[in-house]
């Protein structure tokens, strides 16, 4: 069964940073579309970055330049690198695997398979 365990979140002050890790079991990382999600408190949840099998990415408008999507293979773990960190940043961070549609990659409906989140908070 399929299972992603997110790590690395955290409090940090704003324009710090913090590297979020998602560990993949029963996934080959590097042939599947993985990618980054986030639900600031009282909102929906929305797409941050997404890597592709072809090693493609992109990014939400708001975290470009800011936030990198990498994976290691051989440690089957997807990571995002988050620089400059903002208030608006704060949210609970959740990885995801299975791409079901590529219509629209930073749509939550568009994955399958979800890890339980970290949480990542900015503040002064």
């Known amino acids: 069964q399929v299972q992603l365990v997110e790590s690395g979140g955290g409090s940090v002050q704003p324009g710090g940073s913090l590297r979020l890790s998602c560990a993949a079991s029963?996934?080959?990382?590097?042939?599947?579309?993985m990618s980054w999600f986030r639900q600031p408190p009282g909102k929906e949840r929305e797409g941050v970055a997404y890597?592709?099998?072809?090693?493609?990415?992109g990014y939400a408008d708001s975290v470009k330049g800011r936030f990198t999507i990498s994976r290691d293979n051989g440690k089957k773990t997807l990571y995002l690198q988050m620089n400059s960190l903002k208030l608006e940043d704060t949210a609970m961070y959740y990885c995801?695997?299975?791409?079901?549609?590529?219509?629209?990659?930073?749509?939550?409906?568009?994955?399958?398979?979800w890890g339980q989140g970290t949480q990542v908070t900015v503040s002064e």
């Open positions: 890597l592709t099998r072809g090693e493609s990415t």
């Open positions: 029963h996934l080959p990382v590097g042939n599947n579309c």
């Open positions: 995801a695997a299975q791409l079901q549609s590529s219509l629209d990659r930073l749509s939550p409906r568009s994955w399958g398979f």
